[in-house]
């Protein structure tokens, strides 16, 4: 599996990702002939190699006709750009891209990106998606820097996107609607449920375009690097911070057919529980299953005062937190949970039929080093033939594994 990492100790901005991925090896010439199938004028992409603090990587700039020309007439050219964007909405961008001769995979990605700041402006400014009119990413720079995102991604053909977790820098920024502190509202609002951090420099280190192009296409937010890393590229930032302003990315390969085990992080939250009527304990470990949990058990604790008690135990995916939380909260007498992140270290499995004289079976292996160390039938399916033939549930067992020893021998 190719993995595509990005590493945001100094944030992401538009800029920077382009040259991280020209850096990673898109050519630049395939990127600007690319852009050139976009209905947009007055914009140049200039490449060049840069450092900063020693670090020597590729810096993109994407400088405006517009821009040149009120060089010497404005002391923020930035504010020029945002008023000449400031009517785009949603649908605007979506023409543009829509009317473009660019591939559809390459349009669909450059839409999820900028649907991801439509839905940060809608719920900051309470409007619906339609209404909302773009102001630093309505502007050309950060609509090429978007769907140029797209194009690069699009040519790079990785398996999985994954990223650290990302620094937003610390201070104040000025935004279209005035001054506020880091992270921009659009940035904060982007990046919720993403691991961030902040302070590491007193400037805005991730920009709203650079957090939807990883809320977009980031499928695993994690600081471990469980990969073969096989290329360590730079996107020089226009900064000199007292960090080295740069997006380091790797790109990396999992050998998935080597591995035995798998690692996944996830969440157990618990909760002690002294005055609820236990028939619903049921009821509820029925509700936090369906609602996704990996496994759902209970332990008899004795509490103060030598009060017995159940300690409610439940392990859950990082997404789905918030919503067991919830759940144990409305569904129990409990007034609090606890939760601590766990890693769960797994087999690899397989799962094949087996034919037996009471019907097909479903068998699960699992495997170490590529060899099945273990086999058992699936319980479930066992129960159903075993009350259908009304026979005790062992003789299906038993039927299903004596199947697997005969496969096993030949």
């Known amino acids: 599996m190719k993995i595509l990492y990005y590493d945001c100790f100094s ?34 992409v200039e490449v060049s190699e840069d450092n900063r603090k020693g670090i020597t990587g590729t810096k993109v700039k994407v400088r405006l006709e517009s821009e040149e020309r009120n060089h010497n007439h ?27 001769l660019l591939s559809e995979e390459v349009k669909a990605l ?37 769907i140029g995102a797209a194009i690069c991604l699009d040519y790079l053909k990785v398996d999985k996107v994954m990223s650290a977790s990302v620094e937003l820098g610390g ?30 420099v007193q400037v805005e280190t991730t920009t709203p375009t650079g957090a939807a192009i990883l809320a977009a296409t980031v499928e695993e937010f994690t600081d471990k690097k469980e990969f073969v890393i096989n290329k360590v590229c730079y996107g020089i930032g226009h900064r000199d ?16 057919d080597n591995l035995y085990k798998t690692f996944e992080e996830a969440y157990i939250i618990e909760c002690n529980i002294d005055d609820m009527n236990p028939e619903i304990y049921e009821y509820v470990m029925e509700k936090l299953f369906a609602l996704g949990a990996m496994d759902v058990y209970l332990t008899p604790i004795i509490m103060k005062k030598g009060r017995p008690a ?46 037996t004289k009471y019907g097909d079976i479903t068998i699960k292996s699992s495997l170490f080093n590529g060899e099945k160390i273990k086999e058992k039938p699936e319980y479930e399916e066992c129960k159903a033939i075993a009350r259908a033939n009304n026979i005790p549930l ?9 199947t697997i020893s005969m496969m096993n021998e030949r």
Not at 79 to 88: A, Q, T
Not at 171 to 200: Q, S, Y
Request: proline fraction near 3%; charge should be negative; include cysteine.
């Open 394 to 402: 062992n003789l299906v067992y038993e039927e299903a594994l004596r």
């Open 310 to 355: 159940v300690k409610l135990s439940v392990l859950c995916s990082i997404g789905l937190e918030e919503s067991i939380t919830e759940l144990i909260l409305r569904e129990t007498t409990t007034l609090g949970i606890r939760k601590y992140k766990t890693e769960k270290t797994m087999l690899k499995r397989e799962f094949y039929k087996v034919k």
């Open 11 to 44: 944030g992401i901005s538009g800029d920077m990702n382009l040259g991280a991925m020209i850096d990673l090896g898109v050519p630049k010439d395939y990127l600007i002939n690319e852009l050139s199938k976009l209905n947009i004028t007055g914009y140049e």
């Open 74 to 100: 404005s002391d923020n050219h930035h504010d020029h750009i945002h008023n000449h964007s400031e009517h785009r909405n949603l649908k605007d961008i979506e023409t543009i891209i829509d009317t473009s």
């Open 241 to 256: 911070t007292e960090i080295p302003n740069v997006l380091r990315v790797y790109l990396g390969e999992t050998l998935e």
């Open 171 to 200: 201070g104040f920024v000025k935004c279209a609607h005035g001054v506020f502190p880091v992270p921009a509202p659009a940035t904060a609002e982007i990046l919720k449920g993403v691991p961030v951090k902040l302070g590491a």
């Open 110 to 146: 450059s839409k999820r990106i900028f649907l991801k700041v439509a839905e940060a402006e809608a719920k900051i400014h309470g409007k619906s998606l339609m209404e909302v009119h773009f102001h630093e990413v309505g502007a050309v720079d950060s609509i090429i820097d978007i």
